[in-house]
Protein backbone atom coordinates (compact mmCIF):
# COMPACT_ATOMS: atom_id res chain seq x y z
CA UNK A 1 0.00 0.00 0.00
CA UNK A 2 1.06 3.32 -1.05
CA UNK A 3 2.23 5.81 2.05
CA UNK A 4 0.39 9.28 1.84
CA UNK A 5 3.91 11.25 0.46
CA UNK A 6 3.48 8.90 -2.69
CA UNK A 7 -0.45 9.34 -2.68
CA UNK A 8 0.06 12.80 -2.53
CA UNK A 9 2.51 12.58 -5.73
CA UNK A 10 -0.29 10.53 -7.34
CA UNK A 11 -2.73 13.37 -6.66
CA UNK A 12 -0.81 15.82 -8.57
CA UNK A 13 -1.78 14.08 -11.84
CA UNK A 14 -5.73 15.53 -10.78
CA UNK A 15 -4.52 18.73 -9.19
CA UNK A 16 -1.81 20.30 -11.72
CA UNK A 17 -2.38 17.67 -15.20
CA UNK A 18 -6.23 17.52 -15.04
CA UNK A 19 -8.90 20.08 -15.44
CA UNK A 20 -6.27 23.31 -14.88
CA UNK A 21 -3.88 21.87 -17.09
CA UNK A 22 -2.06 24.56 -19.93
CA UNK A 23 0.83 22.97 -21.88
CA UNK A 24 4.09 23.96 -21.77
CA UNK A 25 7.40 23.31 -23.49
CA UNK A 26 10.60 23.61 -21.71
CA UNK A 27 13.90 24.07 -23.11
CA UNK A 28 16.78 23.17 -21.13
CA UNK A 29 20.14 24.65 -20.90
CA UNK A 30 21.30 22.35 -23.52
CA UNK A 31 18.80 22.90 -25.73
CA UNK A 32 17.29 20.21 -25.33
CA UNK A 33 13.02 20.77 -25.79
CA UNK A 34 10.78 18.77 -23.57
CA UNK A 35 7.01 18.41 -25.25
CA UNK A 36 5.65 15.76 -23.69
CA UNK A 37 5.26 14.17 -20.21
CA UNK A 38 7.56 11.62 -19.06
CA UNK A 39 4.71 9.87 -17.06
CA UNK A 40 3.40 9.52 -20.41
CA UNK A 41 4.53 10.32 -23.93
CA UNK A 42 1.54 10.62 -25.44
CA UNK A 43 0.55 13.89 -23.00
CA UNK A 44 1.65 16.99 -23.65
CA UNK A 45 4.08 18.07 -21.45
CA UNK A 46 1.55 20.73 -18.90
CA UNK A 47 0.85 22.41 -15.36
CA UNK A 48 -0.87 25.30 -13.60
CA UNK A 49 -0.24 28.37 -15.23
CA UNK A 50 -1.05 31.68 -12.97
CA UNK A 51 -0.69 34.77 -15.18
CA UNK A 52 -0.15 37.22 -12.68
CA UNK A 53 1.32 36.81 -9.02
CA UNK A 54 0.25 39.30 -6.20
CA UNK A 55 3.41 41.11 -4.60
CA UNK A 56 4.07 43.49 -1.95
CA UNK A 57 5.36 46.54 -3.43
CA UNK A 58 8.88 47.74 -1.71
CA UNK A 59 8.50 51.13 -2.00
CA UNK A 60 4.66 51.64 -0.87
CA UNK A 61 4.15 47.90 1.32
CA UNK A 62 1.15 47.84 -0.63
CA UNK A 63 -0.05 44.81 -2.29
CA UNK A 64 0.40 44.81 -6.30
CA UNK A 65 -0.23 42.62 -8.88
CA UNK A 66 2.48 41.87 -10.99
CA UNK A 67 2.67 40.70 -14.54
CA UNK A 68 5.19 37.85 -13.44
CA UNK A 69 3.81 34.09 -14.47
CA UNK A 70 4.39 31.65 -11.94
CA UNK A 71 3.90 27.67 -13.69
CA UNK A 72 3.61 24.60 -11.32
CA UNK A 73 5.12 21.59 -13.10
CA UNK A 74 5.07 18.00 -11.36
CA UNK A 75 8.41 17.19 -10.94
CA UNK A 76 8.03 13.12 -12.08
CA UNK A 77 6.83 14.56 -15.71
CA UNK A 78 10.28 16.40 -16.49
CA UNK A 79 13.12 14.37 -18.24
CA UNK A 80 14.99 17.34 -16.60
CA UNK A 81 14.41 19.49 -13.10
CA UNK A 82 15.42 23.07 -13.50
CA UNK A 83 18.27 24.01 -10.47
CA UNK A 84 18.50 27.09 -9.22
CA UNK A 85 20.70 29.78 -11.46
CA UNK A 86 20.22 27.37 -14.49
CA UNK A 87 19.08 29.21 -17.64
CA UNK A 88 15.95 27.91 -18.84
CA UNK A 89 13.41 28.75 -21.56
CA UNK A 90 9.09 28.16 -21.55
CA UNK A 91 7.51 28.60 -24.01
CA UNK A 92 3.49 28.70 -22.40
CA UNK A 93 0.29 29.71 -24.03
CA UNK A 94 -0.23 33.58 -23.78
CA UNK A 95 -4.04 33.30 -22.23
CA UNK A 96 -6.26 30.27 -21.26
CA UNK A 97 -7.84 30.15 -24.77
CA UNK A 98 -7.82 27.48 -26.73
CA UNK A 99 -5.75 27.84 -29.52
CA UNK A 100 -3.85 30.53 -28.29
CA UNK A 101 -0.43 31.49 -29.04
CA UNK A 102 3.05 30.25 -27.53
CA UNK A 103 4.58 32.95 -26.00
CA UNK A 104 8.98 32.71 -24.87
CA UNK A 105 9.49 33.32 -21.03
CA UNK A 106 12.79 32.52 -19.14
CA UNK A 107 13.30 32.02 -15.79
CA UNK A 108 13.43 34.86 -13.43
CA UNK A 109 14.26 33.94 -10.08
CA UNK A 110 15.93 30.63 -8.84
CA UNK A 111 13.12 27.52 -8.78
CA UNK A 112 10.86 26.89 -5.74
CA UNK A 113 10.38 23.73 -5.26
CA UNK A 114 8.60 21.25 -2.69
CA UNK A 115 11.01 18.40 -4.20
CA UNK A 116 9.36 16.48 -1.20
CA UNK A 117 5.98 16.76 -2.30
CA UNK A 118 6.71 16.70 -5.93
CA UNK A 119 6.23 19.74 -7.52
CA UNK A 120 8.43 22.56 -8.55
CA UNK A 121 7.00 26.65 -9.44
CA UNK A 122 8.83 28.48 -12.18
CA UNK A 123 8.76 32.20 -11.48
CA UNK A 124 9.01 33.56 -15.19
CA UNK A 125 9.53 36.62 -17.06
CA UNK A 126 8.43 37.49 -20.67
CA UNK A 127 11.55 38.35 -22.95
CA UNK A 128 11.59 40.67 -25.95
CA UNK A 129 14.02 39.89 -29.12
CA UNK A 130 17.58 40.73 -28.69
CA UNK B 1 13.96 85.35 -10.79
CA UNK B 2 16.45 83.95 -8.66
CA UNK B 3 19.56 82.69 -10.39
CA UNK B 4 19.00 78.79 -8.88
CA UNK B 5 15.93 79.06 -11.05
CA UNK B 6 17.64 80.60 -14.23
CA UNK B 7 20.17 77.65 -13.73
CA UNK B 8 17.67 75.02 -13.51
CA UNK B 9 16.21 76.42 -16.94
CA UNK B 10 19.87 76.22 -18.06
CA UNK B 11 20.27 72.96 -17.44
CA UNK B 12 17.55 71.59 -19.12
CA UNK B 13 17.14 73.96 -22.59
CA UNK B 14 20.89 74.51 -22.90
CA UNK B 15 23.06 72.32 -21.82
CA UNK B 16 21.04 68.69 -21.24
CA UNK B 17 18.20 69.18 -23.18
CA UNK B 18 20.10 69.99 -26.62
CA UNK B 19 22.56 66.52 -26.00
CA UNK B 20 19.38 64.12 -24.92
CA UNK B 21 17.94 63.20 -28.94
CA UNK B 22 17.69 59.19 -28.55
CA UNK B 23 19.52 58.21 -25.75
CA UNK B 24 17.10 60.08 -22.98
CA UNK B 25 14.40 62.71 -21.73
CA UNK B 26 15.45 65.60 -19.46
CA UNK B 27 12.13 67.32 -17.36
CA UNK B 28 12.86 69.66 -14.46
CA UNK B 29 10.54 68.49 -12.16
CA UNK B 30 10.16 65.29 -10.21
CA UNK B 31 7.47 63.10 -12.10
CA UNK B 32 5.18 60.94 -9.30
CA UNK B 33 3.70 59.27 -11.54
CA UNK B 34 5.21 56.94 -14.31
CA UNK B 35 5.22 53.46 -15.17
CA UNK B 36 8.03 51.39 -15.41
CA UNK B 37 7.16 51.44 -19.46
CA UNK B 38 7.48 54.71 -20.20
CA UNK B 39 11.24 54.86 -19.47
CA UNK B 40 11.84 51.55 -20.82
CA UNK B 41 14.91 51.33 -22.60
CA UNK B 42 16.56 54.46 -24.36
CA UNK B 43 13.05 56.42 -22.90
CA UNK B 44 15.28 56.79 -19.79
CA UNK B 45 14.11 59.71 -17.70
CA UNK B 46 16.25 62.14 -16.28
CA UNK B 47 15.42 64.98 -13.94
CA UNK B 48 16.35 67.86 -12.99
CA UNK B 49 15.79 70.04 -9.50
CA UNK B 50 16.63 72.47 -7.62
CA UNK B 51 17.09 70.15 -4.42
CA UNK B 52 18.45 73.08 -1.77
CA UNK B 53 20.01 76.06 -0.82
CA UNK B 54 22.02 77.89 2.00
CA UNK B 55 22.95 81.28 2.48
CA UNK B 56 25.86 83.45 4.40
CA UNK B 57 24.34 84.31 7.33
CA UNK B 58 26.08 87.99 7.46
CA UNK B 59 24.27 88.76 3.76
CA UNK B 60 20.78 89.58 4.30
CA UNK B 61 20.24 93.70 3.40
CA UNK B 62 17.37 94.48 1.16
CA UNK B 63 20.45 95.89 -1.16
CA UNK B 64 23.50 93.68 -1.20
CA UNK B 65 23.95 89.96 -2.69
CA UNK B 66 23.46 87.17 -1.19
CA UNK B 67 25.85 84.14 -1.65
CA UNK B 68 23.33 81.04 -2.21
CA UNK B 69 24.82 77.71 -2.00
CA UNK B 70 22.68 75.63 -3.80
CA UNK B 71 22.37 72.04 -4.71
CA UNK B 72 20.84 70.25 -7.93
CA UNK B 73 19.33 66.81 -7.80
CA UNK B 74 19.88 64.67 -11.22
CA UNK B 75 17.95 62.10 -10.78
CA UNK B 76 18.23 59.23 -13.30
CA UNK B 77 15.25 56.82 -14.17
CA UNK B 78 15.60 53.73 -16.46
CA UNK B 79 13.91 50.43 -16.96
CA UNK B 80 14.63 47.02 -19.41
CA UNK B 81 13.46 43.64 -20.04
CA UNK B 82 15.42 40.49 -20.44
CA UNK B 83 16.26 39.65 -24.19
CA UNK B 84 16.82 36.81 -26.34
CA UNK B 85 16.88 35.12 -29.62
CA UNK B 86 13.12 34.39 -29.71
CA UNK B 87 14.12 33.17 -33.22
CA UNK B 88 15.64 30.19 -32.10
CA UNK B 89 13.29 29.62 -29.55
CA UNK B 90 10.28 29.04 -31.28
CA UNK B 91 11.89 27.30 -33.87
CA UNK B 92 11.19 23.60 -33.42
CA UNK B 93 13.87 22.66 -35.86
CA UNK B 94 16.70 24.51 -34.64
CA UNK B 95 19.80 22.07 -33.89
CA UNK B 96 19.88 21.64 -30.21
CA UNK B 97 23.59 23.64 -30.28
CA UNK B 98 21.84 26.81 -31.77
CA UNK B 99 19.60 26.56 -29.48
CA UNK B 100 21.44 26.63 -26.14
CA UNK B 101 23.64 28.96 -27.29
CA UNK B 102 20.55 30.72 -27.58
CA UNK B 103 19.67 30.58 -24.42
CA UNK B 104 23.23 30.93 -22.85
CA UNK B 105 23.06 34.42 -24.82
CA UNK B 106 20.17 35.28 -22.80
CA UNK B 107 20.38 38.53 -20.51
CA UNK B 108 18.32 39.53 -17.85
CA UNK B 109 16.58 42.63 -17.02
CA UNK B 110 18.44 43.67 -13.84
CA UNK B 111 21.79 42.73 -15.97
CA UNK B 112 19.93 45.39 -19.00
CA UNK B 113 19.20 47.67 -16.05
CA UNK B 114 22.22 48.49 -14.55
CA UNK B 115 24.15 48.70 -17.93
CA UNK B 116 21.44 51.50 -19.39
CA UNK B 117 21.75 53.37 -16.30
CA UNK B 118 25.99 53.08 -15.77
CA UNK B 119 25.82 54.44 -19.37
CA UNK B 120 22.80 57.45 -18.71
CA UNK B 121 25.63 58.32 -15.16
CA UNK B 122 28.19 58.52 -17.47
CA UNK B 123 26.52 60.53 -20.55
CA UNK B 124 25.46 62.91 -17.61
CA UNK B 125 28.36 63.13 -16.24
CA UNK B 126 30.32 63.81 -18.89
CA UNK B 127 27.64 66.84 -20.25
CA UNK B 128 27.72 68.36 -16.83
CA UNK B 129 31.15 68.16 -15.58
CA UNK B 130 33.05 69.72 -19.38
CA UNK B 131 34.77 72.78 -19.17
CA UNK B 132 32.61 74.43 -21.66
CA UNK B 133 29.57 73.87 -19.45
CA UNK B 134 31.24 75.71 -16.38
CA UNK B 135 29.28 78.40 -16.47
CA UNK B 136 25.75 76.46 -16.23
CA UNK B 137 24.27 78.19 -19.06
CA UNK B 138 24.71 81.46 -17.64
CA UNK B 139 26.91 84.51 -18.04
CA UNK B 140 30.71 84.03 -17.38
CA UNK B 141 31.47 85.38 -14.07
CA UNK B 142 27.68 84.30 -12.30
CA UNK B 143 28.31 80.92 -11.42
CA UNK B 144 31.30 79.88 -9.46
CA UNK B 145 31.91 76.48 -7.60
CA UNK B 146 30.36 74.01 -10.30
CA UNK B 147 31.03 70.91 -8.70
CA UNK B 148 29.38 67.79 -9.07
CA UNK B 149 29.69 66.34 -5.78
CA UNK B 150 28.39 62.70 -5.82
CA UNK B 151 26.61 59.90 -7.62
CA UNK B 152 24.52 57.46 -5.85
CA UNK B 153 22.89 54.02 -7.74
CA UNK B 154 19.33 52.73 -5.97
CA UNK B 155 18.21 48.78 -5.95
CA UNK B 156 16.52 47.36 -8.81
CA UNK B 157 13.08 46.91 -8.42
CA UNK B 158 10.88 44.13 -10.27
CA UNK B 159 7.64 45.37 -11.58
CA UNK B 160 6.57 42.37 -13.69
CA UNK B 161 8.55 41.41 -17.03
CA UNK B 162 10.83 45.20 -16.05
CA UNK B 163 13.38 46.04 -13.73
CA UNK B 164 13.74 49.64 -12.92
CA UNK B 165 16.79 51.35 -11.71
CA UNK B 166 17.54 54.57 -10.20
CA UNK B 167 20.61 56.94 -9.74
CA UNK B 168 21.10 60.24 -8.27
CA UNK B 169 23.90 63.08 -8.78
CA UNK B 170 24.54 65.66 -6.99
CA UNK B 171 25.24 68.89 -8.76
CA UNK B 172 26.45 72.29 -6.66
CA UNK B 173 27.42 75.40 -7.16
CA UNK B 174 27.42 79.15 -5.57
CA UNK B 175 26.14 82.21 -7.12
CA UNK B 176 25.02 85.49 -5.93
CA UNK B 177 21.45 85.95 -5.49
CA UNK B 178 19.99 90.23 -5.56
CA UNK B 179 17.07 90.78 -4.21
CA UNK B 180 14.70 92.18 -6.66
CA UNK B 181 11.19 92.46 -5.24
CA UNK B 182 7.80 90.85 -6.50
CA UNK B 183 6.97 92.38 -9.21
CA UNK B 184 4.39 95.23 -8.28
CA UNK B 185 0.93 94.90 -8.90
CA UNK B 186 -0.54 98.29 -11.26
CA UNK B 187 -2.37 100.79 -8.34
CA UNK B 188 -6.06 101.14 -8.51
CA UNK B 189 -6.36 104.78 -9.57
CA UNK B 190 -8.99 106.15 -6.77
CA UNK B 191 -10.58 109.53 -7.68
CA UNK B 192 -10.79 111.51 -4.45
CA UNK B 193 -11.39 114.74 -6.31
CA UNK B 194 -13.84 116.88 -5.11
CA UNK B 195 -16.19 118.90 -7.46
CA UNK B 196 -18.14 121.42 -6.42
CA UNK B 197 -20.48 122.35 -9.76
CA UNK B 198 -22.77 125.22 -8.49
CA UNK B 199 -23.76 126.81 -5.56
CA UNK B 200 -27.24 128.02 -5.87
CA UNK B 201 -27.65 129.12 -2.20
CA UNK B 202 -24.55 130.99 -1.67
CA UNK B 203 -23.79 128.73 1.31
CA UNK B 204 -20.23 127.95 0.95
CA UNK B 205 -17.28 130.06 1.39
CA UNK B 206 -17.67 133.43 3.81
CA UNK B 207 -20.10 136.32 2.44
CA UNK B 208 -19.25 139.41 2.94
CA UNK B 209 -21.96 141.72 3.17
CA UNK B 210 -21.40 144.51 0.73
CA UNK B 211 -18.70 143.58 -0.99
Known amino acids: MANLRQLAEKDLKTTLESDWKLPVILISPDGIRQTKSKNDPEEDLGGQVMYETLEIDVETGLPMVSDEPVVSLRVSSLDRVPLPNEKWAVLMPTSPVEGAPMEEFVLQKPVVGSYSLGFIRLHLTRVTQS | MMVF ?3 QIALIDKILGPQATDKFRVIGYQDQGRSSKSVLDNNRLVQVYYKSGDFEKKGGSISSKNMHDMTFNIEMTVSADAKADLSVLNNENASQAVTAAAIDSFVTASQRADDLIDELIDIIWNI ?27 DPANRGEHVTLMAQMRLTCRASEVVKGITPKPLTFIDNSITINEDNNSNTGVKIQGA
Open chain 2, 5 to 7: REI
Open chain 2, 128 to 154: LADARNADLGQEKGVVANRWIGGITKG
